[in-house]
């Protein structure tokens, strides 16, 4: 199962928010484990980079990219994705973005807390909770 995971998920377990942490932290674990393919939008990756190093440092940034990298697939945002979030019915251009990212690597899901955002979508759009219960039957 191929699932690209929301800045807000990554950002769960980078900051231990304490009410989402759980959860993120295991789809996180089975991307590690490899029962998932993992996959974070390029820009997803400049987001997490500027966030962490305002909020702790910037070394500590890069230390969390490289792991992020080593561990998640890129999907990438080209001229297509851009196209394709500019003419969409998205109301917020980031969401357009990482959907159609996901979409055009031929992902399965995405995971997220702000499944709102993601209304009237081709892929499947589950919260943490959701996608926790899927992939442990599929387990």
């Known amino acids: 199962m191929k699932v690209l995971f929301d800045t807000n998920v990554i950002l769960d377990v980078l900051l231990n ?39 702790v440092s910037r070394k500590q940034a890069k230390i969390e990219i490289r792991k992020l990298l080593a561990l998640f697939e890129v999907a990438e945002v080209n001229a297509m994705v851009l196209e394709l979030s500019m003419n969409s019915t998205f109301t917020d251009f980031e969401d357009a973005v990482q959907y159609y990212s996901g979409e055009c690597q031929a992902i399965d899901c995405i995971v997220t807390r702000n499944t709102k955002d993601y209304k009237n979508t081709r892929l499947p759009v589950y919260d943490p909770q959701e996608l926790w219960k899927i992939v442990e039957v599929i387990n």
């Open 17 to 55: 928010r304490k009410k989402f942490v759980e959860t993120s932290a295991n789809l996180v674990g089975l991307v590690e484990s490899k029962k998932i393919d993992g996959y974070l939008c390029a820009t997803t990756i400049t987001t997490l980079d500027y966030l962490i190093s305002k909020a």
